[in-house]
């Protein structure tokens, strides 16, 4: 049974994704000695050479972000709504799909290719910064929806991971009308309520019974910077509010993988 | 470096309760394994489970909750072993953030 990641990486005019996830696939194959597929399309290639095996697919923007929270000149399109297609692409039998900005610095993924279920996402994550700042995104929607995250999927190749992909295609299809049906925002593409959605759809609406990866996803806000010590330690830089006052922070984080939403802070790190 | 970054870096505290944290989750994540078709996870309620057992052979329901027929005395060995190696890992990871204080 063969096995692999699989990350989606479409540049836009202020962020190289493709740079950022070669940065990514290196360290994947340098802790898990797993394959990595990256599947992007031939603008972000812009003729550079990578190593890691390269999948095509035209780009699908899912709208305009703002991709700096301290300025408002970064916003661009984000191409983030390929991901319904992974079934399709992924050359492996056990894929697990990782962002771009999801930064591996241990073996722990490897788990999910022993897990006993075909589907499975994150459903809690934690503030490494300790400020418990995504509490916020415990559920979405007026109608609180629990909010599932689809930073890091794995599937197993089968009938309920098809059924799982062919339900977030027609979610992306309709996107509006769920948007209309959960009453969330329907400005940009989210795939985390696609996956959400999905996923309550597949498991028959009985929310309890959605098996989840059973370990929480350690997550960086976006205004948390972050500088590489060792190869597999990094240095985070924050401010605390106390008592009305920032107040600068450090901590450690030392052979945990972490999601890291600052992209600048990323492309940092990618370009050493 | 000019000299506000350089006052900002003087201030800067170390967050102990946030790498506490951190720790924590770390190693109960790592004390997730995979065996008899479930996920178990080498913390001590599983362990005091399998000692309170007896018969070689026992169903007992894994980290999802599914039942799974397990052979005693091997899950409970290798979850001990686990659970020791993730534990002397943890504490040298802990000293070494206190030393950071």
């Known amino acids: ?272 | 470096m000019d000299t506000e970054n350089l006052v900002k870096t003087i201030k800067e505290r170390f967050e102990y309760d946030a790498s506490k944290q951190v720790l924590k989750e770390k190693y109960e994540s790592k004390l997730l394994f995979a065996d008899y078709g479930g996920m178990w996870k080498a913390d001590s309620d599983l362990i005091v489970l399998l000692s309170t057992l007896s018969d070689e052979e026992v169903v007992i329901t894994d980290s999802y909750g599914n039942p799974c027929k397990v052979n005693r005395e091997e899950l409970l060995e290798k979850s001990k072993q686990r659970h020791q190696e993730q534990m002397n890992a943890w504490l040298l990871e802990f000293n070494e953030v206190n030393r950071q204080r």
């Open chain 1, 1 to 272: 049974m063969s096995r692999g990641v699989l990350i989606f990486a479409f540049n836009n005019d202020k962020i190289d994704y493709l740079k950022q996830a070669n940065w990514v696939a290196d360290r994947v194959y340098s802790y898990m000695n797993t394959p990595v597929t990256i599947v992007t399309d031939e603008k972000s290639i812009a003729g550079r050479k990578f190593e890691h095996n390269l999948v095509l697919s035209d780009a699908i923007s899912g709208g305009l972000r703002n991709f700096d929270h301290t300025s408002n000149d970064k916003v661009d399109q984000w191409y983030n709504a390929n991901r319904f297609q992974a079934y399709e692409l992924s050359p492996y039998d056990e894929t697990i799909i990782i962002d771009s900005d999801y930064v591996v610095s241990s073996d722990q993924l490897l788990h999910l290719f022993e897990n006993p279920h075909d589907v499975l996402c994150h459903r809690d994550v934690y503030d490494v910064t300790g400020q418990d700042r995504f509490k916020w995104y415990r559920h979405f929607g007026r109608y609180e929806m629990p909010h599932y995250w689809a930073t890091v999927l794995f599937f197993r190749k089968g009938d309920f991971a098809k059924n799982f992909f062919d339900v977030m295609t027609m979610i992306r299809k309709n996107y509006r009308h769920y948007g209309l049906i959960h009453k969330f925002s329907t400005g940009m593409y989210r795939n985390d309520y696609v996956v959400s959605i999905a996923l309550s759809i597949v498991y028959g609406h009985n929310l309890d019974s959605i098996p989840t990866i059973p370990w929480n996803l350690p997550s960086l806000y976006d205004d948390v910077n972050v500088e590489k010590l060792e190869h597999n330690k990094f240095m985070l830089k924050f401010e605390k509010d106390i008592n009305g006052n920032k107040k600068p922070y450090k901590s450690l984080l030392k052979g945990s993988d972490f999601h890291c939403i600052n992209k600048f802070a990323l492309e940092k790190l990618v370009n050493g």
